[in-house]
């Protein structure tokens, strides 16, 4: 049986762990795409607290139910970790608000990308030192996913403006 301390710890490394992943991710991907497909500041700001607010309390959702699903957890392990993913996944995303409202545009997406990759990166070398991995092996993976994501969304956002526009 977990004693209260480690069950808050395993909720808060769940919550920060999947939200801190999740905002980078999706957030880095729609604010990469909008940019490609309008170029429009307003356009990315608006992507941005669309996913803060619905794709977090999304996220929180699935982490509920996820760990409802394992019958291994107490209801207050899953409410813990359904609160701190919302509010990692909310305020992870929120922080790439900052370069697009104090840069130009070309200029943000190069620092958010910048940005949500050193959060993928750090947020992976715990993991591997959790694990007693090599780290360079976790980073790499992590940052290859984030990389074709981010490309991706570049690609598609290029093609949406030149067959839409």
Known sequence: MKS??????ESLRVGVSFGLTSAVIT????MVGLNASTGSRLVVIGGILTIAIADAFSDALGI??????ENEH????IWMSTVFTFLAKFLFAMTFLVPVLLFQLPTAMVVSVAWGLMMLG????KIALNQKEKPY???AEHIF???????????????ISKVFN
């Open 4 to 9: 209260e301390e480690e069950s808050v710890k």
């Open 27 to 30: 957030t880095l991907g729609l």
């Open 64 to 69: 509920h139910i996820s760990e409802e699903s």
């Open 74 to 77: 107490t209801t207050k392990e």
């Open 122 to 125: 750090l947020l992976s070398f």
């Open 137 to 139: 092996k976790i980073i």
């Open 145 to 159: 996913i984030a990389a074709i994501v981010v490309l991706a969304t570049n690609y598609i956002g290029t093609w």
